[in-house]
């Protein structure tokens, strides 16, 4: 059974910086694919950033430039640094695993980004 664990949100004023983690057990994650989506109040879930298990990374334009996406195969770890926050970025953060192990879902960590 995989469990992806994700850890790092909080409240931040807007300019501030998060980096969101996402621990992921099991044995599917070198051959997996990564993503991080988010959900805000009334919106429909969205894909922010997503690696490829080679490494190709991909934004919604709304990030890019701001927000990075990493992963650490030796430690089974995505990462998301989020610079440069705006209130808009106020969401519930989901990571994402899917491909050849699977597909499968972490339990949501909030950012609120307001002064």
């Known amino acids: 059974q995989v469990q992806l664990v994700e850890s790092g949100g909080g409240l931040v004023q807007p300019g501030g910086s998060l980096r969101l983690s996402c621990a992921a057990s099991?044995?599917?994650?070198?051959?997996?694919?990564m993503a991080w989506y988010r959900q805000a109040p009334g919106k429909e879930r969205e894909l922010v950033a997503d690696?490829?298990?080679?490494?190709?990374?991909s934004y919604v334009d709304s990030v890019e430039g701001r927000f990075t996406i990493s992963r650490d195969n030796a430690k089974n770890t995505v990462y998301l640094q989020m610079n440069s926050l705006k209130p808009e970025d106020t969401a519930v953060y989901y990571c994402?695993?899917?491909?050849?192990?699977?597909?499968?879902w972490g339990q949501g960590t909030q950012v609120t980004v307001s002064s």
């Open positions: 994402n695993t899917y491909g050849l192990g699977g597909d499968y």
């Open positions: 099991g044995s599917i994650f070198s051959i997996n694919n």
């Open positions: 690696i490829t298990r080679g490494g190709i990374k």
